[in-house]
Protein backbone atom coordinates (compact mmCIF):
# COMPACT_ATOMS: atom_id res chain seq x y z
CA UNK A 1 0.00 0.00 0.00
CA UNK A 2 2.88 2.69 0.88
CA UNK A 3 4.47 1.55 -2.47
CA UNK A 4 0.87 1.97 -4.61
CA UNK A 5 0.51 5.65 -2.85
CA UNK A 6 3.96 6.55 -4.11
CA UNK A 7 3.00 6.49 -7.24
CA UNK A 8 5.02 3.11 -8.34
CA UNK A 9 2.63 0.69 -10.07
CA UNK A 10 2.41 -2.75 -7.60
CA UNK A 11 0.58 -5.76 -7.69
CA UNK A 12 -0.51 -8.05 -4.84
CA UNK A 13 0.35 -11.63 -5.33
CA UNK A 14 -2.61 -14.01 -3.29
CA UNK A 15 -4.06 -17.52 -3.30
CA UNK A 16 -7.08 -18.44 -3.76
CA UNK A 17 -9.57 -17.50 -0.71
CA UNK A 18 -7.67 -14.34 -0.06
CA UNK A 19 -8.12 -12.30 -2.64
CA UNK A 20 -11.38 -10.66 -0.87
CA UNK A 21 -9.50 -10.27 2.06
CA UNK A 22 -6.36 -8.64 0.25
CA UNK A 23 -9.15 -5.77 -1.33
CA UNK A 24 -10.52 -5.25 1.98
CA UNK A 25 -7.19 -4.77 4.03
CA UNK A 26 -6.17 -2.49 0.81
CA UNK A 27 -9.33 -0.38 0.70
CA UNK A 28 -9.32 0.11 5.11
CA UNK A 29 -4.96 1.67 4.72
CA UNK A 30 -6.38 4.19 2.21
CA UNK A 31 -5.81 2.04 -1.64
CA UNK A 32 -8.84 1.47 -3.74
CA UNK A 33 -9.07 -1.35 -7.26
CA UNK A 34 -5.60 -2.45 -5.88
CA UNK A 35 -3.85 -4.71 -8.38
CA UNK A 36 -3.88 -8.42 -7.86
CA UNK A 37 -2.28 -11.49 -8.97
CA UNK A 38 -4.28 -14.74 -7.77
CA UNK A 39 -2.20 -17.83 -7.52
CA UNK A 40 -5.10 -20.73 -7.93
CA UNK A 41 -5.49 -23.45 -5.80
CA UNK A 42 -3.54 -24.70 -2.67
CA UNK A 43 0.00 -23.88 -3.02
CA UNK A 44 1.28 -25.74 0.05
CA UNK A 45 -0.67 -29.38 -1.80
CA UNK A 46 1.17 -28.67 -5.34
CA UNK A 47 4.20 -30.38 -6.40
CA UNK A 48 7.23 -28.05 -7.74
CA UNK A 49 6.41 -28.50 -11.70
CA UNK A 50 2.33 -27.25 -11.01
CA UNK A 51 3.67 -24.46 -8.91
CA UNK A 52 6.06 -23.76 -12.10
CA UNK A 53 3.22 -23.70 -14.47
CA UNK A 54 0.60 -21.93 -12.28
CA UNK A 55 3.34 -18.87 -12.32
CA UNK A 56 4.24 -18.84 -15.36
CA UNK A 57 0.29 -20.11 -17.31
CA UNK A 58 -1.45 -17.97 -14.72
CA UNK A 59 0.07 -15.45 -12.74
CA UNK A 60 2.93 -14.01 -15.05
CA UNK A 61 0.18 -12.74 -16.94
CA UNK A 62 -1.65 -11.29 -13.97
CA UNK A 63 1.20 -9.87 -12.83
CA UNK A 64 1.98 -7.96 -15.94
CA UNK A 65 -1.91 -7.07 -16.72
CA UNK A 66 -1.62 -5.31 -13.23
CA UNK A 67 1.55 -3.51 -13.73
CA UNK A 68 1.03 -1.86 -17.15
CA UNK A 69 -2.54 -1.30 -16.71
CA UNK A 70 -4.03 1.69 -16.05
CA UNK A 71 -5.79 2.55 -12.75
CA UNK A 72 -6.30 6.14 -12.40
CA UNK A 73 -7.44 7.37 -9.15
CA UNK A 74 -6.81 3.61 -7.69
CA UNK A 75 -5.57 5.77 -4.52
CA UNK A 76 -7.81 6.99 -2.06
CA UNK A 77 -9.05 7.66 1.54
CA UNK A 78 -12.50 6.92 1.84
CA UNK A 79 -14.90 9.64 2.51
CA UNK A 80 -16.15 10.19 5.91
CA UNK A 81 -20.03 9.69 6.44
CA UNK A 82 -21.61 11.95 9.15
CA UNK A 83 -22.48 9.82 12.01
CA UNK A 84 -26.19 10.18 12.98
CA UNK A 85 -26.97 7.84 16.26
CA UNK A 86 -30.62 8.63 15.68
CA UNK A 87 -30.89 6.51 12.61
CA UNK A 88 -33.60 3.90 12.57
CA UNK A 89 -31.93 1.01 9.99
CA UNK A 90 -35.13 -0.81 9.99
CA UNK A 91 -38.15 -1.18 11.71
CA UNK A 92 -40.12 -4.94 11.75
CA UNK A 93 -41.21 -7.68 14.08
CA UNK A 94 -38.16 -9.48 16.30
CA UNK A 95 -38.11 -11.76 13.57
CA UNK A 96 -38.12 -9.11 10.38
CA UNK A 97 -35.44 -7.87 12.36
CA UNK A 98 -33.24 -10.92 13.41
CA UNK A 99 -33.61 -12.04 9.59
CA UNK A 100 -32.42 -8.39 8.20
CA UNK A 101 -29.42 -8.17 10.51
CA UNK A 102 -28.70 -11.64 9.12
CA UNK A 103 -28.82 -10.45 5.75
CA UNK A 104 -26.53 -7.89 6.55
CA UNK A 105 -23.90 -10.23 8.44
CA UNK A 106 -24.42 -8.25 11.53
CA UNK A 107 -25.05 -11.53 13.30
CA UNK A 108 -22.65 -14.56 14.55
CA UNK A 109 -26.18 -16.51 13.04
CA UNK A 110 -27.91 -16.40 17.07
CA UNK A 111 -30.79 -14.50 17.81
CA UNK A 112 -29.92 -11.10 18.62
CA UNK A 113 -31.89 -8.47 21.05
CA UNK A 114 -32.25 -5.20 18.53
CA UNK A 115 -30.41 -2.30 19.53
CA UNK A 116 -33.29 -0.26 20.26
CA UNK A 117 -32.28 3.69 20.84
CA UNK A 118 -33.10 3.03 24.40
CA UNK A 119 -31.23 -0.37 25.14
CA UNK A 120 -28.31 1.59 24.30
CA UNK A 121 -28.90 4.65 26.25
CA UNK A 122 -29.31 1.99 29.35
CA UNK A 123 -25.60 0.99 28.45
CA UNK A 124 -24.51 4.23 28.22
CA UNK A 125 -25.67 5.50 31.70
CA UNK A 126 -22.36 2.79 32.48
CA UNK A 127 -20.20 5.00 30.67
CA UNK A 128 -17.34 6.84 31.47
CA UNK A 129 -17.10 8.27 28.11
CA UNK A 130 -19.58 10.64 25.80
CA UNK A 131 -21.36 8.48 22.94
CA UNK A 132 -19.64 9.69 20.34
CA UNK A 133 -15.95 9.36 22.10
CA UNK A 134 -13.26 7.60 19.97
CA UNK A 135 -12.43 4.50 21.86
CA UNK A 136 -10.30 2.74 19.37
CA UNK A 137 -9.70 2.43 15.65
CA UNK A 138 -9.84 -1.24 15.07
CA UNK A 139 -8.45 -2.91 12.17
CA UNK A 140 -8.87 -4.62 9.55
CA UNK A 141 -11.98 -2.16 8.53
CA UNK A 142 -10.27 0.63 10.79
CA UNK A 143 -14.27 1.78 11.97
CA UNK A 144 -14.43 3.62 15.06
CA UNK A 145 -15.49 2.13 18.18
CA UNK A 146 -17.33 4.51 20.05
CA UNK A 147 -19.33 3.67 23.20
CA UNK A 148 -22.53 4.41 20.76
CA UNK A 149 -21.86 1.37 18.72
CA UNK A 150 -19.99 -0.84 21.26
CA UNK A 151 -23.27 -0.41 23.40
CA UNK A 152 -25.40 -1.66 20.41
CA UNK A 153 -23.37 -5.11 19.69
CA UNK A 154 -23.58 -5.27 23.76
CA UNK A 155 -27.25 -5.49 23.56
CA UNK A 156 -27.46 -7.96 20.83
CA UNK A 157 -24.87 -9.98 22.49
CA UNK A 158 -27.98 -9.92 25.31
CA UNK A 159 -25.57 -8.32 27.77
CA UNK A 160 -26.67 -5.95 30.67
CA UNK A 161 -26.00 -2.82 31.09
CA UNK A 162 -23.23 -2.92 33.87
CA UNK A 163 -21.45 -5.04 31.61
CA UNK A 164 -20.47 -2.08 29.96
CA UNK A 165 -17.08 -0.66 31.45
CA UNK A 166 -15.76 -4.33 30.80
CA UNK A 167 -16.49 -4.12 27.29
CA UNK A 168 -15.19 -0.61 26.56
CA UNK A 169 -11.95 -1.90 28.02
CA UNK A 170 -11.54 -4.86 26.05
CA UNK A 171 -12.44 -2.86 23.13
CA UNK A 172 -9.16 -0.74 24.25
CA UNK A 173 -6.98 -3.85 24.86
CA UNK A 174 -7.63 -4.83 21.19
CA UNK A 175 -6.92 -1.50 19.58
CA UNK A 176 -3.50 -2.13 21.42
CA UNK A 177 -0.76 -3.25 19.05
CA UNK A 178 0.49 -5.43 21.18
CA UNK A 179 -2.75 -7.64 20.73
CA UNK A 180 -2.29 -7.58 16.78
CA UNK A 181 -5.61 -7.58 16.01
CA UNK A 182 -5.21 -7.08 12.27
CA UNK A 183 -3.80 -10.47 12.00
CA UNK A 184 -6.32 -12.48 13.71
CA UNK A 185 -7.74 -13.71 10.26
CA UNK A 186 -4.92 -16.11 9.67
CA UNK A 187 -6.69 -19.56 8.51
CA UNK A 188 -5.20 -21.65 11.41
CA UNK A 189 -7.71 -20.09 13.23
CA UNK A 190 -7.04 -17.46 15.68
CA UNK A 191 -9.67 -16.45 18.30
CA UNK A 192 -9.83 -13.70 20.81
CA UNK A 193 -10.33 -14.33 24.37
CA UNK A 194 -11.13 -11.98 27.24
CA UNK A 195 -9.53 -12.79 30.82
CA UNK A 196 -10.98 -10.44 34.09
CA UNK A 197 -9.41 -9.69 37.24
CA UNK A 198 -10.01 -7.81 40.01
CA UNK A 199 -13.17 -7.01 42.81
CA UNK A 200 -15.21 -7.01 39.54
CA UNK A 201 -15.50 -10.46 39.25
CA UNK A 202 -17.75 -10.82 42.39
CA UNK A 203 -19.54 -7.66 41.52
CA UNK A 204 -20.79 -9.07 38.72
CA UNK A 205 -21.18 -12.41 39.46
CA UNK A 206 -18.83 -13.77 36.86
CA UNK A 207 -17.92 -17.26 36.67
CA UNK A 208 -14.40 -18.93 37.80
CA UNK A 209 -15.51 -22.13 38.54
CA UNK A 210 -16.45 -25.11 36.50
CA UNK A 211 -17.81 -24.82 32.64
CA UNK A 212 -16.76 -20.88 33.18
CA UNK A 213 -16.65 -20.15 29.69
CA UNK A 214 -20.67 -21.59 29.46
CA UNK A 215 -22.24 -19.82 31.99
CA UNK A 216 -23.37 -16.73 33.73
CA UNK A 217 -22.73 -13.51 31.75
CA UNK A 218 -19.32 -14.87 30.49
CA UNK A 219 -20.80 -16.10 27.18
CA UNK A 220 -22.60 -13.00 26.85
CA UNK A 221 -19.47 -10.73 27.40
CA UNK A 222 -17.43 -13.08 25.13
CA UNK A 223 -20.52 -12.64 22.46
CA UNK A 224 -20.36 -9.26 22.34
CA UNK A 225 -16.18 -9.13 22.06
CA UNK A 226 -17.30 -11.63 19.16
CA UNK A 227 -20.27 -8.98 17.39
CA UNK A 228 -17.42 -6.33 18.12
CA UNK A 229 -14.83 -7.99 16.26
CA UNK A 230 -17.35 -8.60 13.16
CA UNK A 231 -19.28 -5.60 12.92
CA UNK A 232 -16.65 -2.36 14.15
CA UNK A 233 -13.22 -4.77 13.52
CA UNK A 234 -14.63 -6.39 10.20
CA UNK A 235 -13.90 -10.24 10.29
CA UNK A 236 -16.68 -11.66 8.31
CA UNK A 237 -15.73 -15.35 8.44
CA UNK A 238 -15.11 -16.50 4.61
CA UNK A 239 -13.90 -13.00 3.57
CA UNK A 240 -11.54 -11.69 6.20
CA UNK A 241 -11.82 -14.21 8.72
CA UNK A 242 -10.02 -16.96 7.08
CA UNK A 243 -9.78 -19.68 10.02
CA UNK A 244 -10.19 -23.15 7.61
CA UNK A 245 -12.73 -24.88 10.17
CA UNK A 246 -14.43 -21.97 11.72
CA UNK A 247 -14.46 -20.33 15.22
CA UNK A 248 -15.83 -21.42 18.49
CA UNK A 249 -17.75 -17.98 19.95
CA UNK A 250 -15.23 -15.73 21.68
CA UNK A 251 -15.19 -16.59 25.26
CA UNK A 252 -14.34 -14.46 28.36
CA UNK A 253 -13.31 -16.13 31.65
CA UNK A 254 -12.36 -14.80 35.02
CA UNK A 255 -9.78 -15.94 37.46
CA UNK A 256 -10.43 -17.44 40.88
CA UNK A 257 -7.99 -15.02 42.65
CA UNK A 258 -9.01 -16.42 46.07
CA UNK A 259 -8.41 -19.91 45.11
CA UNK A 260 -5.29 -19.03 43.71
CA UNK A 261 -1.76 -20.04 45.81
CA UNK A 262 0.05 -16.80 43.60
CA UNK A 263 -0.98 -13.30 43.25
CA UNK A 264 -3.64 -12.99 40.21
CA UNK A 265 -2.76 -12.75 36.53
CA UNK A 266 -3.53 -9.01 36.42
CA UNK A 267 -0.56 -8.31 39.43
CA UNK A 268 1.26 -10.08 37.16
CA UNK A 269 0.92 -7.58 34.49
CA UNK A 270 2.03 -4.69 36.81
CA UNK A 271 -1.52 -3.74 38.16
CA UNK A 272 -2.28 -3.41 42.10
CA UNK A 273 -4.44 -6.43 43.38
CA UNK A 274 -7.53 -4.22 44.21
CA UNK A 275 -7.42 -3.10 40.53
CA UNK A 276 -10.48 -4.15 37.73
CA UNK A 277 -9.01 -5.78 34.84
CA UNK A 278 -9.45 -7.01 31.10
CA UNK A 279 -6.75 -9.09 29.22
CA UNK A 280 -7.34 -9.46 25.72
CA UNK A 281 -5.09 -12.94 24.91
CA UNK A 282 -5.31 -14.99 21.49
CA UNK A 283 -5.58 -18.78 21.21
CA UNK A 284 -5.97 -21.22 18.21
CA UNK A 285 -7.37 -24.08 20.15
CA UNK A 286 -9.99 -24.89 22.83
CA UNK A 287 -9.32 -28.68 23.22
CA UNK A 288 -8.40 -31.24 25.35
CA UNK A 289 -7.65 -30.65 29.16
CA UNK A 290 -6.07 -33.96 30.03
CA UNK A 291 -5.64 -34.45 34.00
CA UNK A 292 -2.48 -34.74 36.62
CA UNK A 293 -2.51 -37.60 38.29
CA UNK A 294 0.49 -39.07 40.82
CA UNK A 295 -0.43 -42.62 39.33
CA UNK A 296 1.68 -45.79 40.56
CA UNK A 297 4.80 -44.90 40.73
CA UNK A 298 4.82 -42.87 44.04
CA UNK A 299 5.40 -39.82 41.57
CA UNK A 300 4.59 -36.39 43.00
CA UNK A 301 1.41 -34.88 41.54
CA UNK A 302 3.42 -31.44 41.22
CA UNK A 303 5.93 -33.19 38.69
CA UNK A 304 3.58 -35.00 36.76
CA UNK A 305 1.49 -32.07 36.33
CA UNK A 306 4.79 -29.89 35.26
CA UNK A 307 6.20 -32.89 32.57
CA UNK A 308 2.01 -32.89 31.28
CA UNK A 309 2.03 -29.48 30.90
CA UNK A 310 5.50 -29.33 28.78
CA UNK A 311 4.04 -32.54 26.83
CA UNK A 312 0.81 -30.28 26.04
CA UNK A 313 3.09 -27.50 25.25
CA UNK A 314 5.67 -29.43 23.07
CA UNK A 315 2.27 -30.66 20.91
CA UNK A 316 0.90 -27.70 19.94
CA UNK A 317 0.93 -26.78 15.77
CA UNK A 318 3.02 -24.03 16.54
CA UNK A 319 5.53 -25.00 17.83
CA UNK A 320 8.07 -23.74 15.06
CA UNK A 321 7.13 -19.94 16.63
CA UNK A 322 7.71 -21.10 19.95
CA UNK A 323 11.60 -20.71 19.89
CA UNK A 324 12.22 -17.65 17.84
CA UNK A 325 14.12 -15.21 19.17
CA UNK A 326 15.25 -11.70 18.01
CA UNK A 327 13.83 -8.19 16.77
CA UNK A 328 11.64 -9.71 14.07
CA UNK A 329 10.75 -12.92 16.16
CA UNK A 330 6.53 -13.87 16.08
CA UNK A 331 5.41 -13.20 19.13
CA UNK A 332 3.52 -16.02 20.68
CA UNK A 333 2.03 -16.93 23.77
CA UNK A 334 1.06 -19.85 26.04
CA UNK A 335 -1.39 -19.36 28.62
CA UNK A 336 -1.89 -22.56 31.15
CA UNK A 337 -5.30 -22.62 32.67
CA UNK A 338 -5.13 -24.86 35.89
CA UNK A 339 -7.92 -25.96 38.36
CA UNK A 340 -7.65 -24.94 41.69
CA UNK A 341 -6.01 -28.49 43.32
CA UNK A 342 -3.21 -28.44 40.63
CA UNK A 343 -2.00 -24.93 41.55
CA UNK A 344 -2.26 -25.89 44.97
CA UNK A 345 -0.51 -29.16 44.15
CA UNK A 346 2.41 -26.86 42.79
CA UNK A 347 2.08 -24.60 45.21
CA UNK A 348 2.92 -27.03 48.15
CA UNK A 349 5.70 -28.75 46.32
CA UNK A 350 7.70 -25.07 45.97
CA UNK A 351 6.63 -23.59 42.43
CA UNK A 352 6.15 -19.68 42.02
CA UNK A 353 4.42 -18.94 38.99
CA UNK A 354 8.54 -18.01 38.00
CA UNK A 355 9.72 -21.58 38.84
CA UNK A 356 6.58 -22.90 36.58
CA UNK A 357 7.68 -20.91 33.73
CA UNK A 358 11.33 -21.83 34.00
CA UNK A 359 10.55 -25.60 34.63
CA UNK A 360 8.50 -25.30 31.12
CA UNK A 361 11.45 -23.12 29.42
CA UNK A 362 13.79 -25.90 30.56
CA UNK A 363 11.95 -29.11 29.93
CA UNK A 364 9.28 -28.10 26.90
CA UNK A 365 11.59 -30.19 24.35
CA UNK A 366 11.62 -31.94 20.71
CA UNK A 367 14.02 -33.51 18.87
CA UNK A 368 15.57 -31.16 16.26
CA UNK A 369 14.65 -33.90 13.97
CA UNK A 370 10.89 -33.81 14.54
CA UNK A 371 11.21 -29.86 14.52
CA UNK A 372 13.13 -29.90 11.34
CA UNK A 373 9.90 -32.30 10.09
CA UNK A 374 7.42 -29.46 11.85
CA UNK A 375 9.33 -26.55 10.21
CA UNK A 376 9.54 -27.85 6.63
CA UNK A 377 6.29 -29.67 6.07
CA UNK A 378 3.72 -28.19 8.14
CA UNK A 379 4.30 -24.39 7.91
CA UNK A 380 5.17 -22.64 4.26
CA UNK A 381 8.55 -21.75 5.65
CA UNK A 382 10.82 -19.83 3.24
CA UNK A 383 14.06 -20.80 5.19
CA UNK A 384 15.57 -24.27 6.71
CA UNK A 385 15.98 -24.29 10.54
CA UNK A 386 19.48 -23.98 10.01
CA UNK A 387 19.22 -20.54 7.69
CA UNK A 388 16.92 -19.96 10.88
CA UNK A 389 19.74 -20.57 13.33
CA UNK A 390 22.17 -18.45 11.00
CA UNK A 391 20.24 -15.81 10.33
CA UNK A 392 19.76 -15.14 14.81
CA UNK A 393 16.03 -15.75 14.15
CA UNK A 394 16.84 -19.52 16.17
CA UNK A 395 19.51 -20.06 19.22
CA UNK A 396 22.72 -22.21 18.12
CA UNK A 397 21.29 -24.93 20.13
CA UNK A 398 19.42 -25.72 17.28
CA UNK A 399 22.31 -26.72 15.06
CA UNK A 400 23.33 -29.99 15.99
CA UNK A 401 22.53 -33.56 15.58
CA UNK A 402 19.27 -34.59 14.47
CA UNK A 403 18.12 -36.71 18.17
CA UNK A 404 19.84 -33.62 19.95
CA UNK A 405 16.62 -32.65 22.41
CA UNK A 406 16.23 -28.95 22.06
CA UNK A 407 14.43 -25.92 23.90
CA UNK A 408 10.78 -25.11 22.17
CA UNK A 409 10.37 -21.76 24.07
CA UNK A 410 11.93 -18.59 23.55
CA UNK A 411 11.95 -17.93 26.84
CA UNK A 412 9.78 -18.30 30.21
CA UNK A 413 7.91 -14.72 29.62
CA UNK A 414 5.67 -16.39 27.07
CA UNK A 415 4.05 -18.34 29.58
CA UNK A 416 1.38 -17.05 31.41
CA UNK A 417 -0.54 -19.15 34.06
CA UNK A 418 -4.13 -18.50 35.44
CA UNK A 419 -6.22 -20.56 37.97
CA UNK A 420 -9.93 -21.12 36.72
CA UNK A 421 -12.25 -24.11 36.09
CA UNK A 422 -13.69 -26.67 38.32
CA UNK A 423 -12.19 -26.86 42.06
CA UNK A 424 -12.84 -30.34 42.32
CA UNK A 425 -10.68 -31.81 39.37
CA UNK A 426 -7.15 -31.71 38.72
CA UNK A 427 -6.92 -30.35 35.17
CA UNK A 428 -5.18 -28.18 33.07
CA UNK A 429 -5.44 -26.52 29.27
CA UNK A 430 -2.47 -25.37 27.31
CA UNK A 431 -4.26 -22.55 24.97
CA UNK A 432 -1.45 -21.71 22.38
CA UNK A 433 -1.64 -18.35 20.43
CA UNK A 434 0.28 -16.73 17.91
CA UNK A 435 0.79 -12.48 16.59
CA UNK A 436 0.32 -11.82 19.96
CA UNK A 437 1.22 -10.53 23.30
CA UNK A 438 -1.25 -10.58 26.28
CA UNK A 439 -2.68 -6.86 27.00
CA UNK A 440 -4.30 -5.91 29.80
CA UNK A 441 -6.39 -2.34 30.44
CA UNK A 442 -7.85 -1.26 33.35
CA UNK A 443 -11.83 -1.17 33.42
CA UNK A 444 -12.93 2.16 34.29
CA UNK A 445 -16.17 3.15 35.76
CA UNK A 446 -18.94 5.81 35.45
CA UNK A 447 -20.43 7.67 38.56
CA UNK A 448 -23.83 5.54 38.00
Not at 4 to 13: A, R, W
Not at 116 to 140: G, H, M, N, V, W
Not at 266 to 286: I, K, P
Not at 385 to 400: D, H, I, N, W, Y
Amino acid sequence: MEIEQSGIPSVVITSSGFTILARLGAKAGGVDGLRLAEYPGTLGNHSPAVIEENVSGVLFEQVIDGLTRSTSGSTSIAASRAWDPGQIVFKGTLEEIGEFFAANEWTDGLPIIPPTASRIEKFLEYCSYPRDKQIASLPSANLLAVPWNIAANAVMAGCKPEHMPVIIAAVEALADERASLNNVGSSSGLLPFLLINGPIIKDLKLEYGGQLISKGPNTAIGRAIGLIVRNIAGFRPGKTYMGTFGYPLIFALAENESASPWEPFHVDQGFNRSANTVTVGVTTNWGSSPEASSGPDNRSGAEVALELIAKEISSKARAYDFPTIGPKAEHVMITVLMSPSVAKCLADAGYSKKGIADYLYQNARMSLRNFEWITRYTYPASMTVAEKVQAGLLPQEFSGEPDKMVKLLAGPEIVHIVVCGDANRNRIMVLEGGHTRPTTKEIRFSDH
